[in-house]
């Protein structure tokens, strides 16, 4: 059945919450569905030995706590449906918004769908970027693309870092309000006219609140089990309180779907410069001032 209901949270688990991208709610879920043997494998996105994202099936609890953050740049789903469909057994997915919905889709064509996924644990998407963001991000930082053996997207204190490590061991950041500035660049096409923020068909969907919190939507009564675990400290909220923390995200999208500017940016015709980066968080999260600022300029 459905349901909207949502809190502000985190999870209990220092560790988790630390690594999290918010407040490392998605990770502390899926450990507990394995531990509990609730399903037998779950999806989540890991980094490939090329540098790219990808989709990984694991049972190991080690693997879901090395996949834990938010992946930004598009990512190869390859045949994953695909194997999931021919290796029996209950999954847990982690899931866009577009993949939560081709998921539903597959459940309402064939019933066997549904008994392979049980649990579509979602992630709020604002955009996904094309892959070459990230180069241009290690570009910016003065790394070859060659040299690096790890990339992160939101490490460290606060909203996080992005990060690049090379095979000397040489660590670089760029906080994550600059690399926002990579969007209207690297955008994809599909990403500009989705509205599906929110992720409103997966059972759970999970956003950012303030650093080291999450916003938690509970979408279904599955959800509701989900999110119903001692490991997780969750508080409830009014949905007009959660809707004012993406109030921006909103508004950038409509920006980047009805500018000039950023149309042009998109286009390719404004080549991309990693010079012209600008130093100060425009997206994001932003203080009050900063907030004001973004505003004119929008
Ligand atoms: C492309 C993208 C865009 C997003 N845009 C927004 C936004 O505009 N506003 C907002 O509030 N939140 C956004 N989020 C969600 C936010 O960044 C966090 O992922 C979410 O709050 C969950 O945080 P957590 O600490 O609970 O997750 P964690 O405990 O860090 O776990 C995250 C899980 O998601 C998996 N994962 C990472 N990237 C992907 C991916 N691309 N596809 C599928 N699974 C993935 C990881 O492997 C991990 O299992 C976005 C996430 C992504 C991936
Ligand atoms: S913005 Fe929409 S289309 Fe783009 S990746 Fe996210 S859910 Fe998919």
Same mark, same amino acid.
């Given at each position: 059945?459905?349901?909207?209901? $949502?809190?502000? =949270?985190? @999870?209990?688990?220092?560790? $988790?919450? %630390?690594?999290?991208?918010?407040?490392?709610?998605?990770?502390?879920?899926?450990?507990?569905?394995?531990? %509990?043997?609730?399903?037998?494998?779950?999806?989540?996105?890991?980094?490939?030995?090329?540098?790219?994202?990808?989709?990984?099936?694991?049972?190991?609890?080690?693997?879901?706590?090395?996949?834990?953050?938010?992946?930004?740049?598009?990512? %190869?789903? =390859?045949?994953?449906? +695909?194997? /999931?469909?021919? +290796?029996? &057994?209950?999954?847990?997915?982690?899931?866009?918004?577009?993949?939560? @919905?081709?998921?539903? !889709?597959?459940?309402?064509?064939?019933?066997?769908? +549904?008994?392979?996924?049980? $649990? /579509? /644990?979602?992630? $709020?998407? &604002?955009?996904?970027?094309?892959?070459?963001?990230?180069?241009?991000?290690?570009?910016?930082?003065?790394?070859?693309?060659?040299?690096?053996?790890?990339?992160?997207?939101?490490?460290?204190?606060?909203?996080?870092?992005?990060?690049?490590?090379?095979?000397?061991?040489?660590?670089?950041?760029?906080? !994550?309000?600059?690399?926002?500035?990579?969007?209207?660049?690297?955008?994809?096409? !599909?990403?500009?006219?989705?509205?599906?923020?929110?992720?409103?068909?997966?059972?759970?969907?999970?956003?950012?609140?303030?650093?080291?919190?999450?916003?938690?939507?509970?979408?279904?009564?599955?959800?509701?089990?989900?999110?119903?675990?001692?490991?997780?400290?969750?508080?409830?909220?009014?949905?007009?309180?959660?809707?004012?923390?993406?109030?921006?995200?909103?508004?950038?999208?409509?920006?980047?779907?009805? @500018?000039?500017?950023?149309?042009?940016?998109?286009?390719?015709? &404004? %080549?991309?410069?990693?010079?012209?980066?600008?130093?100060?968080?425009?997206?994001?999260?932003?203080?009050? !001032?900063?907030?004001?600022?973004?505003?004119?300029?929008?």
């Amino acid at each position: 059945m459905n349901v909207t209901e $949502y809190y502000k =949270g985190h @999870s209990k688990v220092e560790a $988790y919450r %630390r690594q999290g991208s918010s407040g490392g709610v998605a990770t502390t879920i899926l450990v507990d569905l394995l531990r %509990r043997r609730k399903v037998d494998y779950v999806v989540v996105a890991s980094l490939g030995n090329d540098n790219r994202s990808e989709m990984v099936i694991t049972d190991r609890i080690e693997d879901v706590e090395d996949a834990a953050g938010s992946r930004y740049t598009l990512f %190869r789903q =390859g045949d994953i449906l +695909k194997r /999931i469909r021919a +290796k029996e &057994g209950r999954y847990a997915v982690v899931a866009v918004g577009c993949f939560a @919905s081709a998921i539903r !889709k597959l459940q309402e064509q064939d019933p066997v769908w +549904k008994e392979r996924i049980p $649990y /579509i /644990i979602g992630l $709020y998407c &604002g955009n996904m970027l094309r892959p070459e963001a990230d180069e241009a991000a290690a570009r910016a930082l003065g790394a070859r693309w060659k040299d690096i053996v790890r990339i992160a997207y939101r490490e460290g204190e606060g909203e996080g870092d992005f990060v690049v490590e090379t095979r000397d061991r040489t660590v670089r950041h760029m906080p !994550k309000a600059r690399w926002n500035h990579l969007i209207p660049f690297f955008i994809l096409e !599909k990403c500009v006219p989705c509205r599906d923020l929110f992720n409103e068909t997966a059972d759970i969907s999970l956003g950012d609140l303030v650093p080291g919190w999450n916003v938690v939507r509970v979408n279904t009564d599955v959800g509701r089990s989900l999110v119903s675990i001692p490991d997780l400290h969750l508080e409830r909220i009014s949905e007009a309180q959660a809707l004012a923390v993406h109030e921006h995200a909103l508004r950038t999208k409509e920006l980047l779907r009805t @500018s000039l500017v950023m149309r042009f940016l998109r286009s390719g015709a &404004g %080549r991309f410069s990693y010079r012209f980066l600008p130093k100060g968080p425009l997206m994001g999260y932003a203080e009050r !001032k900063r907030r004001r600022m973004r505003r004119v300029i929008q």
